[in-house]
C-alpha cells in the first residue's frame, strides 16, 4: 500500500514539469510577431528556439520546433514541412520525451499527419507515458485504447481500473463520466470514433 501511495506521489510531481524559458520566451517572441506582421520579431523568436534545440540541445525547444515546422508560418512564407516535423517528433519519443509521447500516439491512433495506424504501438506509447512521467491524459486515452477493444487481447479489467482510477484522481475531463457511462454500465458496443483526438478534445 506505502509502495503505491508513493509511486502516485512520484508520478503527481513528474506531472507537473513544465516547458523552459527559453522555448516559452521564443514562442512569445514567434506570436507577437505574427499577432502585429513583423518578421523581424519572428526571426528573432524563430532563431531562439532553434538555438535552444540545436545548440542548447534543450528538449522543449526542439518540440516547438517540430510544431512550428509542421504548421509552416504564412507571414516567414514557410510552407508546412510534416516530414521534417516527423522526424523531429520521432527523435523525441526515442528519448521518452512526454508531450512527443503524447502527440505520437494520436497520430498512431488516428493514422494521422504522415504516420499508418498503428493502435497497439500508440497503446504503448501512452502507457510509457503514464508510467514514466505520471501523464494523466495519457493514462485515460490507454483507458479508452483497452476498453474499446481496439487492440487484441488489451482489454484486461484491473489494468483499466488502475488507469482509470488513476486519470480520475488528476480529474482528467471525461474520465469520470466514461467509468459511469462506458465501464461501470457493462457496455459492450466499442465507440468506433473516426477520430479519437477529436472524441477526447469533446470530453
Known sequence: MMKN?????????????S??????GALRLIQTGNEIGSRDIVMRGQSLLLKGAFDLYDLDALYESSKQVRQGNPLMKY????????????????????????????????????????EFLALNLFEESFEVHGNAQSAFVATVIRNESLVPGTKRPQRIGE?????????????????????????WKTLRSSNWKKWLERQ
Open 163 to 187: 488507469l482509470l482510477a488513476f486519470a480520475i484522481l488528476n480529474n482528467v475531463k471525461g474520465a469520470k463520466a466514461y467509468q459511469t457511462q462506458r465501464v461501470n454500465s457493462g457496455h
Open 79 to 118: 510552407p508546412p514541412h510534416e516530414r521534417g516535423a516527423n522526424e523531429i517528433l520521432i527523435k523525441l519519443v526515442r528519448q521518452s520525451y512526454d508531450p512527443a509521447l503524447y502527440e505520437y500516439g494520436l497520430y498512431l491512433l488516428d493514422g494521422d499527419n504522415g504516420f499508418v495506424k498503428n
Open 5 to 17: 501511495i508513493f509511486l502516485i506521489a512520484l508520478l503527481l510531481v513528474a506531472s507537473l514539469v
Open 19 to 24: 516547458a523552459s524559458p527559453l522555448s516559452d
